[in-house]
């Protein structure tokens, strides 16, 4: 193995990240590196018979210019906070899943699942490479939490942890939702078959065989009106006891009059029912519903403002940083922000000088100067130097946390004026009025036709093409939307964007470019004096079009 050794300023490729060498070119094994954490990379993967993952893939790593303090991941040495992120223990092997960001090639999934022989601790490592994720099955005897995690971290994949992964687990899939789905499916596809002499006609004399077939249907239709409807009841009973009726009203409602008219038509052999038609209102009306709850999974937008935070920070105790949960921080608290970590709680800059990116907070990426005695605001990220800061609110307290809790209330109250909410405080009420009338009208004509005209004004009259139309649409523009990185908090917002007739840019400041501005003056001549005060003043403006100007 050749040893090490810097060379001048030659613009050359990393071997291990592909960035260009810049200061200096690290020369390792007769390979150039940037820095020492790229070729550190490389000579962990040589060691343990690894470099494989460079043929796979040119320059696939990850740059390693910023190293990774010794102490970074001390709090997870801390049960509680391991026994919140693990997914399942026994005594002897522990599993956990991190999402890690720098999955990006195949590379990466060759070398994430040969961890075992970088680790003897580590047992398997499973790649999603669709969401980015890795599943990490340890050995508790041979390693701990945290050495695995500064196994990821050394090869350039550092996992991201966040304070909402300890708040509150990932949300399970709705399994519930699919079981429903899948046996609404199931009946409603072998209705349709044996349905067929329905359809097709059938000869007297195989009435008996027809008897038989309407009697299969009604038994495959119960599974389906018990168990794959009864979300729809539910939500039409809770609207109901809060005084409200939604879209799932008239939906139940229909599906509920079409078995029991399809009961009776079978029971008294008079006809064939409808099992068909309830069944595939339920089963489409599922199939809605779990499209819309796979977008939202797959986008995984639906954070709050802890997924940013970390889990713990230094706080310094007797001279000492002893890392602190983020919900054990406690007003009086001196906590220790180093360079590009996030503020979590406001606090007052007692040590240091503080250059504070707050773009995750106002929009604004550029670093605020801040001297010892001026107030931080949670959400700023330190861009400088190590600082000390007293905590003078509690995290869930700070101005971020009101902030973000002000705009989701907005979203919520957004939710309650759709469209569909809109109509369905009409829809139902108007249904029920035209079957009354419709009844009225029969009793009066022909009582005889009376229940199957108002019947078939509930199946007819059901909403389920709308409901259908719109979780479809919403949960398609979701994710053409997400596809092109624009990303929506809730599907309440495609319907407020229909609405927009002007769109206003505040942020001049970050989309303008200074070398591209033709700027131009109208207006009465300038004296030289006015020309050098206009100068001077947009000389102390960091703006594009000042600095155009």
Sequence with gaps: MGSIKTLGPEKTACYHCGESCQAETIFFDEKNFCCKGCSMVYGILQQHSLCQYYSLNASPGSNQRISIRKDKFAFLDDVTVETKLISFKNGTETRISFYLPQIHCSSCLYLLENLPRIEKGIVSGTVNFARKEIDIVYNDDKCSLRTVVETLASLGYEPYISLGDIKQK????????????????????????????????????????????????????????????????????????????????????????????????????????????????????????????????????????????????PVLKMDKEVPVMLPDIKPGDTLVIHHGELIPADGILTRGKAFIDYSFVTGEANPVLKETGELLYAGGKQTGERIELLVIKEVAQSYLTSLWNKDKKEDDEAGKSSFVHLVSRYFTVVLIFIAVATAAYWMSVDSARMWPAVTSVFIIACPCALLLSHTFTNGNIIRILGRNGFYLRNAGVIERIASID???????????????QDISYEGRHLSQLEKEQLASLAGCSSHPLSRAL
């Design 170 to 313: 990932k949300p399970k899939k709705n399994k519930a939702l699919l079981f429903r789905l899948g046996v609404a499916g199931f009946c409603f596809a072998n209705i349709m078959l044996t349905s067929f002499p329905e359809y097709l006609g059938i000869e007297a004399s195989e009435a008996m065989l027809r008897d038989l077939f309407r009697w299969f249907n009604l038994v495959l239709s119960i599974p389906v009106f018990l168990y794959s409807a009864f979300p729809f009841y539910e939500s039409s009973w809770k609207s109901i006891r809060h005084r409200f009726l939604n879209i799932d009203a008239p939906i139940a409602l229909a599906v509920i009059i079409t078995f029991v008219r399809s009961v009776y038509e079978v029971v008294s052999g008079t006809g064939g029912g409808y099992f068909d038609s309830m069944t595939g209102i339920v089963f489409f009306m599922l199939a809605g519903r779990w499209l819309q709850d796979k977008t939202y999974e797959q986008l995984s937008f639906d954070r709050d403002y802890t997924s940013y935070f970390p889990i713990a920070v």
């Design 502 to 516: 002007h769109v206003v840019l505040d942020k001049t400041g970050t989309l303008t470019i200074a070398e591209m």
